[in-house]
């Protein structure tokens, strides 16, 4: 019965995890194989104002995430692409996200869910992680103080 229970939890708590984290699903990908980035989620509301669209009617932006530390995690990512799996440490992903006009105006969302290292204390704790758009750092986590990840609101 316990081993029922704890199952059950654990499930309902990977699928929570898994459809919490962003409900912007990745574009598919275009003939070279390689997927275009979505814009990413952020709780900043001062964002600058938005880029001008780029000559396909859309704006691009060069957006990287990256998760610290050192051995292997899990990193979950979406935005420039999406996955799930085992990482070595340090590890970044980079692509080029390009907006529609409509995600423009409604955002475009990038996150990065690290999971969890051996702190310098010795405990675990999430594995930092940064995301830049256009070169710039819009969203960063020391894994301790902020335990959720990354994510961000790309207009």
């Avoid at 939890?9 to 699928?15: D, E, H, K, Q």
């Avoid at 390689?34 to 060069?62: E, L, M, V």
Wanted: proline content about 8%; aromatic content about 4%.
């Amino acid at each position: 019965m316990r081993r029922t229970i704890t199952a059950m939890t654990l499930c309902a708590g990977a699928a929570l995890l898994l459809t919490g984290c962003g409900s912007a699903e990745p574009k598919p990908a275009p003939e070279g194989g390689r997927q275009q980035p979505q814009p990413a989620a952020s709780t900043d509301q001062g964002q600058g104002p938005a880029p001008a669209p780029a000559a396909s009617g859309g704006a691009k932006h060069d957006v990287t995430l990256e998760v610290g530390g050192t051995g292997r995690t899990a990193v979950m990512y979406s935005g420039i692409g999406s996955g799930f799996e085992p990482q070595t440490l340090p590890w970044s992903k980079s692509g080029t996200a390009e907006l529609t006009a409509a995600e423009q105006k409604v955002g475009y969302l990038v996150n990065v869910v690290p999971g969890t290292i051996t702190g310098a204390d010795g405990k675990l704790q999430q594995a930092p992680c940064t995301i830049k758009v256009d070169g710039k750092v819009v969203a960063q986590s020391d894994g301790v103080t902020n335990a959720k990840g990354c994510s961000y609101m790309i207009k």
